[in-house]
């Protein structure tokens, strides 16, 4: 499976940014999300979606991250709004053949893209 991100930047406190992830190489039912790294700090979970459409989302960024994936496309998207200074991080998407989709947690993955910068400053 290889994953490629796309779609990280600079953006003001309170502003919008939509991630995106083309996904190749997979067959079956795969589980995909959405994690981060800020510098010196644990990857951790943003979130997660499987191949129901049924999304799991860190309490961090419950109502203002939305995960999507366009089946056709073979992309998975996370649409950020609000953003604060605290979601600046290296966006990374990862992926694992599953027919569950419900961990947040990075050693559950074990596809990973290269990442894409997330800067938000006030």
């Known amino acids: 499976v290889q994953l490629v991100e796309s779609g990280g930047g600079s953006v003001q406190t309170g502003g919008s940014l939509k991630l995106s992830c083309a996904v190749s190489g997979y067959t079956g039912s795969v589980c995909m999300g959405w994690f981060r790294q800020a510098p010196g700090k644990e990857r951790e979970g943003v979130a997660v979606?499987?191949?129901?459409?049924?999304?799991v989302y860190a309490d961090s960024v419950k109502g203002r991250f939305t995960i999507s994936k366009d089946n056709a496309k073979d992309t998975l998207y996370l649409q950020m709004n609000s953003l604060k200074f605290e979601d600046t991080a290296m966006y990374y998407c990862?992926?694992?053949?599953?027919?569950?989709?419900?961990?947040?947690?990075?050693?559950?993955?074990?596809?990973w893209g290269q990442g894409t910068q997330v800067t938000v400053s006030s």
């Open positions: 990862a992926a694992k053949y599953s027919l569950t989709c419900t961990s947040l947690h990075k050693a559950f993955y074990n596809y």
């Open positions: 979606i499987g191949n129901s459409g049924t999304a």
